[in-house]
Nanobody, 123 residues
Framework: QVQLVESGGGLVQAGGSPTLSCAAS????????MGWFRQAPGKEREFVAA????????YYADSVKGRFTISRDRTKNTVYLQMNSLKVEDTAMFYC????????????????WGQGTQVTVSS
């Protein structure tokens, strides 16, 4: 059973640079792409970033390109989201997800989801 556990969220000041982690277990993940999505109150879940586990191609939403960096450590089965220059509008619940097929940008194509970690950016 695939399990994804996010950590690293919290209250951050605007301009801050926290890193989120997603610890993955229950599979080898070599055929997976791992994604980060976020959902703000009253809004739909939106794509943030994704990375292919085997090859490390990366993908970003335009809203975070140049500010966020996704990476993975295969030895630790962990995916990271380094967030820089945070803005108040980045406030959301951030979710880690895993998929084996479909579009990396499309939430319904992801098979497994973590419980989420809240990131709140204060001005």
């Amino acid at each position: 059973q695939v399990q994804l556990v996010e950590s690293g969220g919290g209250l951050v000041q605007a301009g801050g640079s926290p890193t989120l982690s997603c610890a993955a277990s229950g599979s080898t993940f070599s055929n997976y792409a791992m994604g980060w999505f976020r959902q703000a109150p009253g809004k739909e879940r939106e794509f943030v970033a994704a990375i292919r586990w085997n090859g490390a191609s990366t993908y970003y939403a335009d809203s975070v390109k140049g500010r966020f960096t996704i990476s993975r450590d295969r030895t630790k089965n962990t995916v990271y989201l380094q967030m820089n220059s945070l803005k108040v509008e980045d406030t959301a619940m951030f979710y880690c997800a895993a998929r084996r097929s479909g579009s990396v940008y499309y939430a319904p194509d992801y098979e497994y989801w973590g419980q989420g970690t809240q990131v709140t950016v204060s001005s």
